[in-house]
């Protein structure tokens, strides 16, 4: 079977499989695309461990987790939610954006994330133990972190934690020719247009180019588009609804490319 690919950055490869031996759960720090999700797919197809993943949101419970019961044909019947599938099958449980998800939901992943590695199941009355197969791996963005929205230390200190950043010059020319199969100038003018970018200073971006932005844009360009036209829509158009910003960002993609 092919990995998904990835390009690590240093020994984040090594360092996953100890935490994976040593049955710690994992903490992935950092802004959005830059490789979390890719690096856990990876690492899940290296582990031979089937992978349940799940994107957080303001409504996500902890019964989106652990399951519900549910009506089926006149009879109610329990349905495991993808935590408790991960516990019961063993694999990877990977919660992406976690602090994004209800308060509830740090109640039922606190067992799962130290010694203990249980899930209790209050609605069916069981307690799983976790197999050696499970882990628990979860992703934030401290970016968007804000007072109310932080991991609370008493939840990030049961994680092994990861920092990931944007790639640099050389990785991230390496991460674009094998993800859209662009030549290494279009690639490298691309990546020169990100770090010009990520270096804006009193620019008002909330984020700023991501890897991702920058695939699709080299994507874009592969599939025929114009070079303005495409760094447009992938880049431009995607970091800021301003238009005096997108004006400026504009500017920056003709002086660069
Ligand atoms: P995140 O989970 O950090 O938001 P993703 O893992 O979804 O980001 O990465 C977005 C895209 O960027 C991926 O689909 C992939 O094309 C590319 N990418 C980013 N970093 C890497 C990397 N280290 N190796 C390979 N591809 C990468």
Not at 88 to 103: F, N, P, Q, S
Request: charged content about 25%.
């Amino acid at each position: 079977m092919t990995l998904p690919a990835y390009e690590p950055a240093s020994d984040e490869v090594e360092l996953f499989e100890h935490a994976w031996r040593n049955r710690l759960p994992v903490l992935i720090k950092g802004p959005t695309g830059v490789g979390k999700t890719r690096f856990v797919t990876h690492m899940a197809a290296r582990l031979g461990l089937p992978l349940f993943s799940v994107a957080c949101h303001d409504d996500l419970t902890a019964a989106d987790l652990v399951g519900r019961h549910l009506v089926q044909n006149g009879q109610t019947v329990w349905q495991d939610g993808p935590l408790t599938r991960a516990v019961r099958e063993g694999g990877i449980c990977y919660l992406d954006e976690i602090v994004e998800a209800r308060k509830d939901v740090t109640v039922v992943i606190h067992p799962l994330a130290d010694h203990r590695r249980t899930l209790p199941l209050e609605r069916t009355g069981e307690l799983l133990a976790a197999p050696p197969e499970f882990m628990l791996v979860v992703s934030y963005n401290p970016g968007y972190q804000n007072f109310l929205k932080g991991l609370k230390p008493s939840t990030r200190q049961r994680f092994v934690a990861l920092r990931f950043g944007f790639p640099d010059e050389a990785r991230e020319i390496r991460i674009l020719q094998r993800e859209t199969g662009c030549d290494a100038l279009l690639a490298r003018r691309l990546v020169a247009l990100g770090n010009a970018i990520r270096r804006l200073d009193g620019v008002d971006l909330e984020e700023v180019a991501s890897t991702r932005l920058l695939v699709y844009a080299a994507l874009l360009i592969r599939g025929g588009l114009p070079v303005l036209a495409a760094c447009r829509a992938a880049l431009v158009e995607a970091l800021s609804d301003d238009a005096e910003v997108t004006a400026g960002l504009e500017e920056l993609v003709r002086t660069v490319l």
